[in-house]
Structure formats: structure tokens, C-alpha cells
């Protein structure tokens, strides 16, 4: 036993499919299944079952499982270690971004190329609790996310703090309209994400504060969709300014403030309690802070301590 048959029978349980493992390892798959066999000779158990859903753990497997992601975990710690103890930081360091960042992290991206080219920057996109998750599961070194808890061993680090506005098609709202009050979005043709978006989940605290519901015309959970269909004036949607802000200032789009109760995302940078940041990862993360604090957008605050947002 070894810590590549190790590593491919952890990849081949995580993605279910000892095909999507050899693609992912960027090795043939009949060199992944002959590195699990010998896995099974060697321990003397089956360790995988086949189905139509793919490939799971047996019993002996998941013991396993759990003993390979600490000991591969130890390994990669052992590298990141002794790399560390260069006086320039290097190695790969995993990044998640949400959608509604797109314009900051180019802009981080960037500046990592031009500032620390010895750090590979692995970029990932999702939604926020797609990426928290990531973390959790050791996918991810960091993440920018909205709705962020420390509560689940993160260590939760605001960027920034918006106020969610309505914005609608050009025309739609002028800069002299006042806020419309929450209540009033009842009747309104809304396009907003489906639960378990942290925007929806902020939407619908907010609607039982105001004693009111929401209902949508559409639920669309891709940010880029949203902005397209209030675009061609089928519906209004609820997003920060700044996810929009280079439409709002070529006049594509209008906004207008809520208030009644009023709602506020903020934008953080998470990563593992229980996982140390590597010398590469933890310049990432001040980099990170210095370009998304350094550059703030049209009505944001940069928070010192906060934990909860609503946004994606």
C-alpha cells in the first residue's frame, strides 16, 4: 500500500466513477483500476462496489477512506512545509469565486500573475455554498463567498458590504425615485435564484419581517441568465450594485434602493480552521484582501467584523 493507490482510490470514491478519476488525474483508467485491485489484493478486502450510480465505498472502504484523506492531507502538509521554507512563496493555491465577483477576481488575478508569479492560481467558480463546501472538503484553500458562518470551523474574513438594490430594465427607475418599500416587490414580475441561494434565503427572512411573500415570476440560479432576461424587460431582479455595475453605468439597466426592511450582502473570504494556510495560500489571502478592499464598488463599506450576507 502506498500513497498513490492511496490517492486514486480516494479520487475514484470522491467522483464516483474510476473513469471521472482517471480524467481528473490525467492518467489512463485502466492504470486507475489496476491501482485499486492491487489495493484490494493487498489489504485483502473489497473496497469498492459497482452499480448504476456509479462506485461507492464497501464498509472497509469508508474505514479507509477516512484514514487516506488524513494521511494524504499529512503528505501534502509535509510539502507545503518544507516549501514554505523558501523566502518566496510558491506552490498551487486553490481559489473559489462566486459569479457576482467576476470583475474583482480578474483583477486579483492579475495582480497574482504580476506580483507572485511563483504561486499557481487555480481559480473556481460556483455559488457560495457550493464553494463553502469545497472548503470543508479540502477542495479549496480559499474562498470569496456571500452568507459566510464561523460556525462550521471557518475562519470568515469580510471583504466587503452592499446594499441589495431592485434593478430593472433601462428606464425603469430614475435617479430621483425614492426607496421602494420591501412589501411592495409582491407585485413585482421578480427573477431571483431558488433556495438554498443565499440571496433567495435573505429574500424570504426578509419577507416574514415584513409580513409579506415572495412570489416569482421565474427562479434562475445563473447571475449572468438574471441579468439578460431584466436586460430584455421580462422581469426585475434583486442584486448589489456592484454585480451590475458596468451595465448600470452604460445605461442597460436602472436601480432603485429597498428599504423596509432594508438588505445588506457581504462579501468574505473563508478557509478551514483546522487547516493551516501554506505560505502561498496565506499571501493569496492578503493579496485577496488588498485588491477586493482596495477597489470597492458603488456603495460599498468595508466591514471589520461580520459574519452573515445574503448573495451569491
Not at 184 to 192: A, Q
Not at 252 to 262: C, Q
Not at 274 to 302: E, Q, V, W
Amino acid at each position: 500500500m502506498d500513497f498513490k493507490q492511496l490517492l486514486y482510490f480516494v479520487r475514484v470514491v470522491e467522483e464516483k466513477s474510476v473513469t471521472k478519476a482517471a480524467e481528473q488525474l490525467r492518467i489512463a483508467q485502466p492504470a486507475v483500476g489496476w491501482q485499486i485491485r492491487n489495493l484490494e489484493a493487498d489489504l485483502r478486502v473489497q473496497l469498492l462496489v459497482r452499480h448504476s450510480r456509479g462506485v461507492e465505498p464497501t464498509e472497509a472502504g469508508a474505514v479507509l477512506l477516512e484514514h487516506s484523506r488524513k494521511l494524504l492531507q499529512g503528505l501534502q502538509d509535509a510539502r507545503l512545509a518544507v516549501q514554505d521554507l523558501s523566502e518566496v512563496p510558491r506552490g498551487r493555491v486553490s481559489l473559489g469565486v462566486t459569479p457576482a465577483t467576476a470583475a474583482l477576481s480578474s483583477r486579483l488575478v492579475h495582480r497574482s500573475l504580476s506580483e507572485m508569479p511563483h504561486i499557481k492560481l487555480n481559480v473556481v467558480q460556483a455559488l457560495s455554498h457550493d464553494l463553502v463546501e469545497m472548503v470543508l472538503e479540502d477542495k479549496l484553500d480559499l474562498a470569496c463567498v456571500f452568507n459566510a458562518s464561523s460556525d462550521r470551523g471557518l475562519v470568515v474574513t469580510p471583504l466587503l458590504v452592499e446594499d441589495l438594490h431592485l434593478v430593472g430594465p433601462a428606464g425603469s427607475f430614475s435617479p430621483t425615485d425614492g426607496p421602494i418599500e420591501f412589501r411592495d416587490l409582491e407585485n413585482l414580475p421578480l427573477i431571483i435564484p431558488p433556495s438554498p441561494h443565499g440571496m433567495r434565503l435573505a429574500l424570504e427572512e426578509a419577507a416574514a419581517e415584513a409580513e409579506t411573500t415572495i412570489d416569482p415570476l421565474v427562479e434562475v440560479e445563473s447571475q449572468s441568465l438574471v441579468v439578460e432576461l431584466v436586460k430584455s424587460g421580462t422581469g426585475v431582479t434583486i442584486l448589489p450594485l456592484g454585480a451590475v455595475k458596468e451595465e448600470l453605468d452604460q445605461g442597460m439597466l436602472s436601480a432603485r434602493a429597498i428599504t423596509g426592511p432594508s438588505l445588506r450582502t457581504v462579501l468574505s473570504i473563508i478557509y478551514k480552521q483546522r487547516r493551516p494556510l501554506s505560505r502561498a495560500a496565506d499571501a493569496i489571502l492578503a493579496l485577496t484582501m488588498a485588491t477586493f478592499r482596495g477597489k470597492p464598488t458603488d456603495g460599498a463599506d468595508h466591514p471589520e467584523n461580520e459574519d452573515n450576507s445574503a448573495g451569491e
